[in-house]
């Protein structure tokens, strides 16, 4: 994932599965590097799904935001399709084991039958059978420390962006009503105080929350609605609420009008 520049080695400590490549996709395109660029497409292309259980943040924003990016600057069909696989396996593994509207912060992959009729049966079974294998063994482990009682709202906006942004490209409302909609209905149900919103440090402990509960969090990071919310609204809101050929977006989410845009004499 990482590399290790000194000892000419690198470390799998995210996603297991060469993030760096894929982070790189769009930067060696816009970088006219032609022939580093398609080698790392093939590469990228090759690469079959991780089993190991991985960071499903991680894997969001490197993996497939890389492929998202690559498709997006060079129109590319196979990088969508490499984009879809890794969303399914998302959806299939991490959100479909998550207990809350939320990811699992830590997972393995699963394969999604969606994208079997591309592979041989029992190659599909198979990998199947080993993600089934690693994500029983994972969870005895991941729940007894509790891992899964605990997430953070800060990769929402990411995950409601790349998601809703596929459903924009391949015309599936699934993946944008998979993550933003079922977030957004748990935040108003869960979080929503008389004024602001609260964090809670227990996602199991729901069922007689109330107001004074001591599983609630004290803070509202400024985040939440510079980032969280804006980004479910946009998600939501006709293409029209906000022109992406006249603002771009800062990390906290902030749109800054186009320089071209503005009037010199005003």
């Not at 520049?5 to 996603?15: A, E, N, Q, R």
């Not at 993030?19 to 990228?44: F, I, N, R």
């Not at 993946?175 to 004024?195: L, R």
């Not at 007689?208 to 969090?217: A, E, G, P, Q, T």
């Amino acid at each position: 994932d990482d590399l290790k520049p000194v000892s000419l080695s690198g470390d799998s400590i995210w996603v297991h599965s060469a993030a760096t490549l894929y982070d790189s996709l769009d930067s060696l395109y816009l970088a006219g590097l032609k022939e580093e660029y398609d080698e790392a497409v093939e590469l990228a292309l090759s690469l079959p799904l991780p089993l190991h259980p991985l960071k499903t943040f991680e894997c969001s924003i490197r993996v497939l935001g890389g492929l998202l990016g690559a498709c997006s600057v060079s129109g590319d069909a196979r990088l969508l399709g490499a984009s879809m696989r890794i969303a399914d396996a998302l959806l299939d593994g991490p959100f479909r084991s998550s207990r809350t509207a939320l990811p699992r912060s830590y997972d393995a992959l699963a394969p999604s039958w969606r994208h079997a009729s591309s592979w041989k049966f029992w190659e599909w079974g198979g990998m199947m059978l080993v993600h089934r294998t690693y994500a029983w063994v994972y969870r005895i482990g991941r729940d007894w420390m509790g891992e899964h009682r605990a997430n953070s709202l800060a990769g929402v906006g990411t995950f409601a962006l790349e998601f809703a942004y596929l459903s924009k490209l391949t015309g599936d409302p699934r993946y944008k009503d998979a993550m933003a909609w079922s977030v957004f209905q748990s935040i108003e149900k869960y979080c929503k105080m008389d004024v602001g919103y609260s964090g809670l440090k227990d996602v199991d402990s729901l069922e007689f929350l109330d107001n004074r509960d001591s599983n609630r969090v004290n803070s509202m990071p400024s985040f939440l609605i510079a980032e969280t919310l804006k980004y479910l609204l946009l998600t939501f809101a006709p293409d029209s609420h906000v022109s992406l050929h006249d603002f771009v977006f800062t990390t906290e989410a902030h749109p800054l009008r186009q320089l071209y845009t503005l009037n010199p004499s005003g």
